[in-house]
């Protein structure tokens, strides 16, 4: 049994490889041919801004899990995480969710001029495949693969059909329980998942194994919104790195509205479980294990 000190300790090492594979996709020299404050600079400035890094972290230990190695998942690693951070940009505008800051810092678009932040989030969607399809280890087979599942989780059946229901959903008062885990599998499950059979199919795994990574991934999505729902009405500004109350404020429904704030934590509980559930079928599965329990209790 992995304790929290020893998942914590993995984690961060697991980040830290993935920051530094951010150096090699996108180089400092890349700035030097552009203006000072250009698109990479902003680029690198949100890549830079922390956060758990879940997502390219559950690429690696699925890669690990199922007998691959880090250099095999890395670039897939890095390509959600800028796929995620793309997205983050783009939430944070004016036009979206119209928050200024992000990671206890201020958002791309406060640090930079709006249209480079655009710009950013657009060029980071891009590089993320070019990424994948310059991999030197993976065959052209799992390159072309992978590229597919990003490109589909990410765009609009997934990921960004999740945020127009978000969208959509804004002051409504008839929304079901059900209307909104479908925009919660879409706007935050797709990436999650993608990661798990990222991480998959970097190690050649076999399809059963790749639809139980999937299925963690969808309970463990879920869970995850859940949870998010619920710090933005119990957390704080300082604590959560971002405004809180600010699903209240612009009339969303989250799990919290809907449930009640009991009622919302029962279900991330059970939710978790049932992702917990999924990983002791699957080898080694004492980090994930660890992992999953602390995103159900984490404070941020």
Do not use: W
């Amino acid at each position: 049994m992995m304790t929290e000190a020893e998942m914590k300790q993995q984690l961060q090492q697991d980040a830290a490889k993935v920051e530094a594979a951010f150096n090699t996709y996108l180089p400092d020299d890349a700035v030097s041919a552009l203006q000072e404050t250009s698109v990479v600079e902003a680029m690198r400035y949100s890549l830079a801004a922390g956060g758990k890094r879940i997502r390219p972290v559950l690429v690696l230990e699925f890669c690990r899990m199922f007998g691959g190695t880090e250099a095999q998942a890395m670039s897939a690693a890095a390509a959600i995480e800028m796929i995620h951070t793309f997205s983050l940009i783009h939430d944070d505008l004016p036009a979206m969710d119209d928050d200024d800051m992000r990671r206890g810092r201020p958002s791309c678009h406060k640090a930079f001029p709006e249209a480079l932040a655009i710009l950013a989030g657009d060029a980071l969607s891009i590089h993320a495949f070019s990424i994948l399809a310059e991999d030197p280890v993976l065959s052209d087979a799992q390159k072309i693969r992978l590229i597919t599942e990003l490109s589909e989780s990410s765009g609009q059946h997934g990921m960004i059909a999740g945020q127009v229901l978000d969208m959509e959903q804004e002051g409504r008062t008839d929304v079901t329980a059900e209307q909104l885990r479908t925009m919660c599998d879409f706007k935050t499950g797709a990436l999650i998942r993608v990661a798990c059979r990222m991480g998959c199919i970097a190690a050649g795994a076999t399809q059963e194994q790749m639809d139980a990574a999937d299925a963690y991934g969808s309970y463990l999505g879920l869970a995850f919104q859940i949870v998010d729902d619920i710090l933005d009405v119990t957390s704080t500004t300082e604590v959560l790195g971002k405004p809180v109350g600010s699903d209240a404020a612009e009339q969303k429904v989250t799990f919290v509205t809907l449930l009640g704030l009991e009622a919302a934590q029962q279900e991330a509980e059970a939710l978790t479980q049932k992702a917990i559930a999924v990983l002791e079928t699957l080898p080694q599965p004492e980090f994930l294990l660890a992992l999953t329990q602390s995103l159900l209790m984490r404070k941020n």
